[in-house]
């Protein structure tokens, strides 16, 4: 398989008929940016579908090039994660909203040669729900997926109130090595990693608090969600619920942090993926 490389050359997918666009796209255009998109690809075109990885706040496309991208190309899926601006390499634009965010996903999944799959980890997995709406997506995944409300807050507040209260003032939300990563991390690994974590902007944090309910997929695809008992940024609840919505159940990957693209049993959830992929899940 090729080794992740950046702005591979991509094609456009989007179906004939699909109504993407809405007023607010005419009237008020997300400002372009510098997109950042990391791509692993098979050594052989299988035909499988793509996949777009998308991650949350703070992240980038560099939290599944550590693993998840080359693991899935081995399994013969062509994977990309791309990094909202303001993220990872992508450029930033002042007060970017989680419109921006879904616009990147959008523009990232719609110049892909075939139609993708979707997933989101994190925050990011409501920007991927949001861009259900704009990309008839061949199936999405929610991994560990915060969706907000004020749930989510309290949570946060009780388990990192260091952390979090900067956040709710405008600041960067600082999430800590426990809430994020199993003990089966060693400390140096994920100190690493929490020190390349960057912020969204306060208006998408605000955004993710005072969320709406996203509009309707195109194409209703099917939507897996997974996550871990143990995480201690999304409750075993709010898995529970995100996975009811869609008809389904969540699968659940016990001793797990948040992170689980960058845990220690890291294979566990993108095989459980993969699987559902090839079983009928795309």
Known sequence: ????????????????GSRLIRFEDWA???PPVRREVLSATPE??????????????????????EHWLEHAAGRGFPAHAVSPRGHGGSGGTPGASLRAYQHDVVQAAASLPRQAVLVGHGAGALVVERAMARYPARAAVLAAPVLGGWA??????????????????????????????????????????VARLGRASARAQWQLLLHRAPEPAVGDPPVLVVG????????????????????GAPLLFPGM??????????????????????????
């Not at 398989?1 to 004939?16: D, E, I, Q, V």
């Not at 940024?233 to 009811?244: F, G, I, N, Q, W």
């Not at 942090?257 to 795309?282: N, T, Y």
């Open 1 to 16: 398989m090729n080794a992740p490389h950046r702005n591979a050359p991509l094609r456009s997918t989007f179906p004939r």
């Open 28 to 30: 008020k255009p997300v």
């Open 44 to 65: 052989v075109d299988e035909g499988k579908p793509p996949v777009l990885f998308v991650p949350g706040f703070g992240h980038g496309a560099w939290a599944f090039a």
């Open 152 to 193: 989510i807050l309290g949570a946060a507040l009780r388990r990192n109130p260091a952390g979090t209260l900067p956040a709710i003032l405008g600041g960067r939300l600082r999430l800590s090595r426990r809430q994020l990563f199993s003990r089966e991390v060693p400390d140096a690994v994920a100190k690493g990693y």
């Open 228 to 247: 871990s008992p143990d995480d201690r940024v999304v409750p075993a609840s709010a898995l529970t619920r995100a996975a009811r919505r869609y008809g």
């Open 257 to 282: 942090g948040h992170d689980l693209m960058l845990d220690a049993r890291w294979r566990e959830p993108i095989d459980a993926i993969l699987d559902w992929l090839e079983k009928g899940g795309a």
